[in-house]
């Protein structure tokens, strides 16, 4: 069942009144308002008490309608005043008596039914339908559907624009993180209640905080990427603390403005066999918490760049639960050798008798027993980080075995790490 | 054989599984383990081996790494699924590495928490409060992840359930090529696992 209502220059309270009975909404015209009203006899019984529901609700002239379809209900309630329940099977007979111009057709078609001389819904609906078809083509067939009542479509749903943001001016500026942080909280569990209320989640929080007019900057600027979207006010109000913390605002603050990115949900499909994952919210929190104190290039996941150069990688987010999970895949066996690097090389002070026989550094100090190489390796010529070096594998008396390398250019010895 | 002994066999083990080493000893979860051994003792393999293990089976682990000097190429190279490792680089700072491990360990979900404090001096690591250590197991236990400390020495003491010593028993050579190392591992503590030699090749 369908519910509609007419009320000339009064849109923003029809929806308003819409809202609350579906929210499943079409706005059929500026003064027309239609709704899907299905489920809704389980709370009000039958469709005369809906539509005396939404009369009471409305709280001014306008006319209701409720039929099966959306287009007998949009009729009915430009053509008949007041409330109008149309049963089932009784489109036809209700709509006949209404004039033609209501249906909502094209000018043009509209202009030849006048020179038809047909008027109403009735004269319309009884015309054949394949004679109609003959002159009118498909569009003719399907208005004379919707002037018989017997036209079936789905709702053009309206896409509601809300913007999840709040915003205060202040009437004395604060110096202090405290009472801001006791503001965001209020903003951020609004916000928060509003994108769940509309099934929705954030993956992005800007905050803009307006400072004194004496401040070095005029405004402060704040912003969360997070890697999955979340509606946890905690976690968000943890993650503009520590973001505060870490980077404060410089001068008293006149004015606060947070905004939330809306997205739709991660929705994850729990496994009772599939090992546990950190959650996101609770591992988003855990980490700014630790990035706050080893720094932000410190914690991630690494990544090994494509390339020859030493000690090549960057930080990258840590992956996704669900993407990480579809490429499992190790085909090394066994243990492997690994390598421990210092970061940065040790400078070392080697003797080489055509090979390298006793080294000199803070990490590694004695003769060489053994030494394999030289390997050598350059690149990056025509950039800044160039490198080229002459690489040995040594093992000490003592059975350490490091990497050291002689910079070709600088002519200098490093150890690079060592293996265990 | 008797329909008890069947029942028996039938029945499905419970508790967290542990983590294999990849050298025939493994490693209990919701517990502290110590792995510690000297330089260019085949421990280090025998850690990025733990962390594949663990990726291998599609967990998430965390290497606190106390003095920056994990190597990335390295562990891609043992298996490591990188994208499920979460890299703490500590600067050579105990107190912030120590802080990340509790926090870490307390988020719970991941299926190992490695703390490597190779590198920082006994006297750095005998101020750690024995607290500290039981703190981290407790949370360990909390959470079900294997929390496991590795080093030239740790300290962790009585907090450990499994102590395993790694020293290094030969360099295996090739004409101009370094193979290897070959290493024994065993249990440093009274009824842990019987020791086991094992290599750690480079290719």
């Given at each position: 069942m369908f519910a509609s209502i007419h009320a000339p220059g009064n849109l923003p309270i029809l929806l308003d009144c819409a809202r609350r009975f579906s929210?499943?909404?079409?706005?059929?015209?500026p003064d027309t308002v239609t709704f899907d009203i299905r489920g809704l006899s389980r709370v009000y019984g039958e469709p005369g008490k809906i539509a005396r529901a939404i009369e009471r609700l409305i709280g001014m002239p306008a006319h209701i309608a409720i039929a099966a379809n959306p287009d007998t209900a949009v009729c009915a309630a430009r053509g008949i005043a007041g409330t109008c329940v149309i049963a089932s099977g009784e489109e036809g007979r209700t709509l006949?008596?209404?004039?033609?111009?209501?249906?909502?057709?094209p000018q043009a078609m509209g202009e030849l039914f006048d020179l038809w001389g047909i008027r109403t819904f009735g004269q319309f609906a009884a015309l054949p339908a394949a004679g109609v078809a003959a002159r009118l083509g498909e569009e003719g067939v399907h208005w004379q559907q919707v002037a018989r009542g017997s036209a079936r479509r789905q709702l053009r749903l309206m896409e509601e624009k809300v913007a999840y943001s709040r915003e205060m001016e202040l009437e004395d500026p604060i110096p202090l993180l405290e009472p801001l942080f006791f503001l965001l909280a209020r903003f951020l569990l609004e916000l928060c209640t509003e994108l769940t209320a509309r099934s929705l989640a954030t993956n992005e929080i800007r905050l803009r905080l307006t400072l004194e007019?004496?401040?070095?900057?005029?405004e402060h600027l704040v912003t969360l990427r997070l890697p999955a979207p979340m509606v946890d006010q905690k976690a968000l109000l943890k993650l503009l603390e520590l973001e505060l913390q870490v980077r404060p605002p410089g001068a008293a603050i006149r004015k606060i403005q947070l905004t939330a990115e809306p997205v739709k949900p991660r929705v994850v499909q729990e496994d009772f066999f599939a090992p546990a994952y950190p959650s996101q919210e609770k591992i988003e929190v855990t980490i700014a918490r630790i990035r706050h104190f080893v720094?932000?290039?410190?914690i991630g996941s690494p990544q090994v760049l494509d390339?020859?150069?030493?000690d090549g990688f960057v930080m990258g987010p840590l992956a996704d639960a669900r993407v990480s999970a579809q490429n499992t895949h190790s085909s090394v066996s066994g243990v492997r050798l690994a390598f421990r690097r210092f970061r940065p090389p040790q400078t070392a002070h080697v003797i080489t008798?055509?090979?390298?026989?006793h080294i000199m550094s803070a990490v590694a100090r004695g003769a060489v027993g053994v030494a394999k190489g030289p390997w050598f390796t350059s690149g990056?010529?025509?950039?800044?980080?160039v490198w080229n070096r002459e690489e040995w594998d040594i093992a000490l008396r003592s059975g350490a075995l490091y990497r050291i390398f002689r910079d070709?250019?600088?002519?200098t010895w490093f150890v690079e790490g060592n293996y265990d | 054989m008797s329909a008890l002994a069947i029942f028996q066999s039938l029945t499905l083990s419970h508790g967290p599984t542990p983590i294999s080493t990849g050298i025939g000893i493994h490693v209990p979860r919701a517990t502290l383990t110590e792995l510690t051994g000297g330089v260019s003792s085949g421990r280090t393999a025998v850690m990025l081996s733990l962390l594949q293990q663990v990726t291998r089976q599609e967990e998430f682990c965390v290497l606190v790494d106390v003095q920056d000097t994990f190597d990335p190429a390295s562990g891609a190279a043992a298996g490591i699924e990188l994208s499920r490792l979460l890299w703490v680089r500590c600067g050579g700072n105990v107190d912030h590495a120590l802080k990340a491990t509790d926090l870490l360990v307390r988020a719970g979900g991941f299926g190992m928490v490695m703390l490597d404090v190779s590198g920082t001096s006994a006297a750095a690591l005998r101020r750690i409060p024995i607290a500290t250590w039981f703190r981290l197991r407790h949370g360990a236990e909390h959470n079900g992840a294997a929390l496991v400390v590795t080093g030239?020495?740790?300290?962790?003491g009585s907090s450990a359930k499994l102590q395993l010593g790694v020293r290094q028993k030969e360099i295996l050579w090739s004409a101009k090529l370094l193979r290897g190392i070959r290493s024994i591992a065993e249990s440093t503590?009274?009824?842990?696992?019987a020791g086991v030699c094992f290599d750690s090749r480079s290719r």
């Open positions: 929210p499943l909404i079409e706005i059929t015209s006949s008596a209404l004039s033609l111009h209501l249906l909502g057709c007019k004496e401040a070095e900057h005029a720094g932000a290039g410190n390339t020859h150069r030493p008798k055509q090979q390298p026989v990056n010529w025509w950039r800044t980080d070709l250019r600088t002519e | 030239e020495r740790v300290g962790a503590k009274r009824g842990g696992p």
